[in-house]
């Protein structure tokens, strides 16, 4: 089983930029495909993106082309670079882990494992 850690997140102007990161540690990481998802108030988990850990191809889910996920296999660290961003950015943000695949995977219920998440807040 593969364990989660995510910071990064905070409170941001409108605009400003944030880099979340996901510390993962068990099982090899070549084994999964790794997304983040968000999740704002009284809202559902939304998929953002996802990476898999071998050759890279991503998916992005709509809206986020401010988004850039990537990740550093040396450092077993996924990110997520938010530029631009907006007050309706504003989510609890969350790791997850897969199985290996070249497919989306778009839905909460594809990813077995999940980190704690961590806040981000777009206000001015």
């Known amino acids: 089983q593969v364990e989660l850690v995510e910071s990064g997140g905070g409170l941001v102007q409108p605009g400003g930029s944030l880099r979340l990161s996901c510390a993962a540690s068990?099982?090899?990481?070549?084994?999964?495909?790794l997304g983040w998802f968000r999740q704002a108030p009284r809202k559902e988990r939304v998929f953002v993106a996802q990476?898999?850990?071998?050759?890279?191809?991503v998916y992005y889910g709509p809206s986020v082309g401010r988004f850039t996920i990537s990740r550093d296999n040396a450092k077993n660290t996924l990110y997520l670079q938010m530029n631009s961003l907006k007050p309706d950015d504003t989510a609890l943000y969350f790791c997850?882990?897969?199985?290996?695949?070249?497919?989306?995977?778009?839905?909460?219920?594809?990813?077995?494992?999940w980190g704690q998440g961590t806040q981000v807040t777009v206000s001015s």
């Open positions: 997850a882990a897969g199985p290996k695949t070249d497919y989306m995977l778009s839905k909460s219920s594809d990813f077995s494992a």
């Open positions: 068990g099982r090899a990481f070549s084994d999964y495909t």
């Open positions: 990476i898999n850990w071998i050759n890279g191809t």
